[in-house]
């Protein structure tokens, strides 16, 4: 297929960039608030009521995560590190465990069992995150430096 011609300035094609970037991050954060608010009305009852969003969430995160270590970007503001990777990890743990033992809190009206839901969702989810996340910084650790290298050989 033939590539058009554009016809847009260098200004305009930055601004469509722009608008296409938060455009996307929008919809990133949109089908993951959609997705909680799903399960905190409907619960775990059936997987079928959020499937449409889990599907678009996760292809839109794999891509976004793949193309970005592609490209060799991690982050503006944060460093592939150790460090990072375990803040990063606690966080997101704290805040799915959470979500877990509230649901599982209203659902059977048991604090005991909320509070173990809590505890074992957040080491499952810690670990599956940290783990995620130090495969992904080595992958682009390595990524980065066969850039430079090709960069450099030019």
């Known amino acids: 297929m033939k590539k058009m011609k554009s016809n847009l300035d260098e200004r305009q094609e930055e601004q469509l960039l ?27 009852s059936d997987i079928r009521i959020v499937a449409g969003e889990w599907i678009i969430f996760m292809l839109l995160a794999i891509y976004l995560g793949a193309a970005c270590i592609k490209n060799g970007i991690w982050d503006r503001h944060l460093k592939a590190n150790g460090k990072t990777n375990f803040i990063l990890s606690v966080v997101a743990a704290i805040l799915s465990s959470a979500i877990f033992a509230i649901v599982n809190y209203l659902n059977y009206h048991a604090l005991e069992a909320a ?40």
């Not at 910084?137 to 430096?145: D, E, G, L, P, S």
């Open 18 to 44: 722009h608008i296409e970037r938060n455009g996307c991050w929008f919809a990133f954060w949109a089908l993951l608030i959609s997705l909680f608010v799903q399960q905190g009305i409907w619960g775990f």
């Open 115 to 154: 509070i173990a839901t809590f505890v074992i969702m957040c080491i499952l989810i810690f670990v599956m995150c940290f783990a995620a996340l130090s495969i992904s910084a080595v992958i682009y650790k390595k990524r980065t430096k066969e850039l430079e290298k090709e960069s450099n050989e030019e």
